[in-house]
């Protein structure tokens, strides 16, 4: 079987792949004819549903997404909605090996710009960029897994769209990876690191620059005094001694201490293991100030909160100024203008691990319905 997937569909399928901790194959083929063999037709049941975490067969209603380089290929199935594609840069798909083909990284970026929210898509530029994959059956609540090799990088991805050329969406593409970086750890870090460089008229804050991850040598003299070797803050503004830190619920991990009274297990073992990752976190912050980075912490009660984003990003912008000189009157302007502070807190629930974000997703197409001309975007993602 040769099953060439299009969209969402080869999105679950590198979902599932990278979740295994593989790297992708490095070789590039071009588009194949579908081809149901050894079956003579296509059916439900020749649909790997582990491969592409599907709790169930695909349907008319829940469609599998394929493509065919030409009409006469294309599967003819009432579960399948194929796409013919045309001209496209040579060697733009990737051979799972399993059966599947699935477009490259770069070109999935673009397919994908169709089914999701300007935002959305910039984030699956995080993910196909970073270290994280996200579920592929429940991509908004369920499981990341962590440590998984990059996939692509936003130059690569860039000069993709070049090769493309000015057509099909290229220009949107472009458009939102211009808010993307490399080498994001996690989903939630992406988010902050998404807020910060979309511009103002986007509902961001309009940081020019960042980086994300980048390690950090300690110096000797505190190394020999117990100090870890190096820190790696998640962001830091490019040009500044500032940055940001995602603490997640691990950093205090109380739930565990609930847990463990619960359960019987040995809580006194797992206190400790919370006190040392909390002096941890302490020590980290200390380090890097004793480097000259100024690394605020950023939890989930902050995003959550209604403007709590917004008091961490005019805490930074107050350091830069005191630090290096850099006026906080923009994000000043930003924080204290209602209309900006609550579209931006919209557009952060909207992002967020919850149920109640697609609702907030869904508001926010209904209130600034430019964003999605014609498009029914998926709340999913």
Known sequence: MI???DGPSALRALRVYRRGGQDLPRSRIDLPEPDPSPQRRWTEKLVPLDLLALPCAPSAERPLFVLSPTAVGRPQASFVRARVLGTLPEESFVDLRNGLVIPCPELL???????????AHTLLAYELAGTYARDPDDPRLGPA?????????????RSYL????RRNGSVLCAHNLASARDNAWSPM????????????????????QISLNVRHETSEDLVSLGARASRVPDIEIVGSHVGFNYDGSHHLNLDAILESARTGEDAEEIIRKVREKSRDDILRNRELMAMGRLILPITSADLFAPGGLDAVMLEAALAREEIDGISAASIRHLVESKWYSDTRQQLIWSLLPWEPGKGHARRLLEAMPWRAPGIRYSLRW
């Open 3 to 5: 099953l060439p997937l």
């Open 109 to 119: 970026f673009l397919r994908m710009a169709t089914h999701l929210s300007p935002e």
């Open 189 to 208: 870090e992406a988010i902050i690191a998404l807020l910060a460089l979309l511009p103002p008229n986007e509902q961001g804050y309009g940081l020019r």
């Open 162 to 165: 070049e090769r493309y050329g």
């Open 145 to 157: 897994v962590f440590g998984v090799p990059p996939v692509t990088s936003i130059e690569r991805i």
